[in-house]
T-cell receptor, first 116, second 114 residues
């Protein structure tokens, strides 16, 4: 199965600041996905990061708030900009991996952000 | 957009008991997935279902893809303390092309008392 490493694993941030989360995958992948998991909520797709093109954002998420980089096929970053307490969430990087005979979404351990 | 209703929200059971949770949707899905999330970790895939009516087991876990393609359930038999965690159902849109999306339920928090 895929090894997906995220940094930081957790952080406490001040309102108004920005934080960049890194995601490193152990093999090349075409697409990398960024999800948000708000407290007590389900996972929501923020955007899909493709190497060599701009990220594709889901409804309700914009590039100015969540800029994404995808410099190569094994790495991506998500920045949470101008943070407010409402941005306190777990941010999860994911890729598609062959599991149980099919292509399924595999997640990193997540980055837990608390905004004060 | 598509929404999944997952129930129950939480369960408190004794070790050894069986557990059942389910998800329903107003939309049809091509695939149903069940994930488990341990504290401080990302969700890990437990079972994937690809055909309406499919019943699949993975150890003490059994899951079914509803005939209508709008629902799925997960059963855990003879629960043990390490079953504690949050269980998520997820429905998968058809895969192909440049996009791949899952719609997640809100999760079922399972607590197992030894």
């Amino acid at each position: 199965s895929a090894v997906i490493s995220q940094k930081p694993s957790r952080d406490i941030c001040q309102r108004g600041t920005s934080l960049t989360i890194q995601c490193q995958v152990d093999s090349q992948v075409t697409m990398m996905f960024w999800y948000r998991q708000q407290p007590g909520q389900s996972l929501t797709l923020i955007a899909t990061a493709n190497q060599g093109s701009e990220a594709t954002y889901e409804s309700g998420f914009v590039i100015d708030k969540f800029p994404i980089s995808r410099p190569n096929l094994t790495f991506s970053t998500l920045t949470v900009s101008n943070m407010s307490p409402e941005d306190s969430s777990i941010y999860l990087c994911s890729v598609i991996r062959r599991t149980q005979g099919a292509n399924v979404l595999t997640f990193g351990a997540g980055s837990r952000l608390t905004v004060l | 957009g598509q929404q999944l209703n997952q129930s129950p929200q939480s369960m408190f059971i004794q070790e050894g008991e069986d557990v059942s949770m389910n998800c329903t949707s107003s939309s049809i899905f091509n695939t149903w997935l069940w994930y488990k999330q341990d504290p401080g970790e990302g969700p890990v895939l437990l079972i994937a279902l690809y055909k309406a009516g499919e019943l699949t087991s993975n150890g003490r876990l059994t899951a079914q893809f509803g005939i209508t393609r709008k629902d799925s359930f997960l059963n855990i038999s003879a629960s043990i303390p390490s079953d504690v965690g949050i269980y998520f159902c997820a429905g998968q849109s058809p895969f192909g092309g440049s996009n791949y999306k899952l719609t997640f339920g809100k999760g079922t928090l399972l607590t197992v008392n030894p």
